[in-house]
């Protein structure tokens, strides 16, 4: 395991490989069959055999796992994760059932998913933990107190009442109009159309503004 623990705490930045290989590509049958040798062998503790699996695959792992978080830093540290787990399950993998090269890029695409599902548990945690020690006010209330004194709250206060929601939940909230709809139980429909007329509108009010003799 020594071997091992030298292969992956090397990881400091993403590995770098050759195009094919950063696709996970280390050739054709004969490779397929090679990657199930060196499974076998790291089901028996062969450091050798995990070194060379390291080498073939860390790249396209590294990518993988990079895309579906998002986050560099945590693609480098769940890359380790999804090596250690070859490591310990490697007498899992069944030839019968498929390549290997798929069975090590779906370990890590579950690794990846379970990094990205710890990450959202967190911030949803620490938000939950703000909320309590820092009640806020209802979106769109807050997003108005922010909203600088002048000329555009002015604007936003001439709206209607649905339009000036969907504007501020979009443009102060950040919401997204899916999540806009969802919220205020409308149809997307709706709310494309209430974010259309009203940035029309609060467009015409501002530049009326502008051009008003002071």
């Known amino acids: 395991m020594g071997m091992v623990t030298g292969t992956l705490s090397g990881l400091v930045e993403p590995p770098k490989r050759s195009p094919a290989m950063a696709h996970g590509m280390t050739g054709g049958p004969d490779s397929d069959d090679d990657d199930a040798r060196l499974l076998a062998r790291i089901a028996q503790r062969d450091d050798a055999a995990f070194e060379n699996l390291y080498d073939r695959f860390a790249g396209a792992v590294y990518s993988l796992i990079n895309r579906i978080t998002g986050s560099p830093h945590t693609a480098q540290d769940t890359t380790q994760e999804a090596f250690l787990s070859i490591w310990r399950d490697a007498g899992e993998f069944d030839p019968s059932r498929g390549r290997a090269r798929s069975w090590v890029l779906s370990l890590a695409h579950h690794k990846g998913v379970d990094a990205v599902r710890r990450l959202r548990v967190r911030s949803a945690d620490l938000l939950d933990e703000g909320a309590r020690m820092n009640p806020a006010p209802d979106p769109v209330e807050f997003a108005m107190r922010a909203v600088a004194q002048g000329q555009v ?34 149809p997307l429909g709706t709310v494309k159309t209430r974010v259309r007329d009203g940035m029309a509108r609060l467009r015409r009010s501002l530049t009326e503004s502008e051009d008003s003799p002071r």
């Not at 649905?162 to 939940?169: G, N, P, S, T």
């Not at 979009?170 to 969802?182: D, V």
């Open 153 to 186: 709250r002015l604007a936003l206060l001439a709206l209607s009442r649905e339009q000036r929601e969907a504007i501020v939940l979009a443009y102060y909230g950040g919401y997204t109009q899916q999540e806009i709809a969802q919220r205020l139980q409308v």
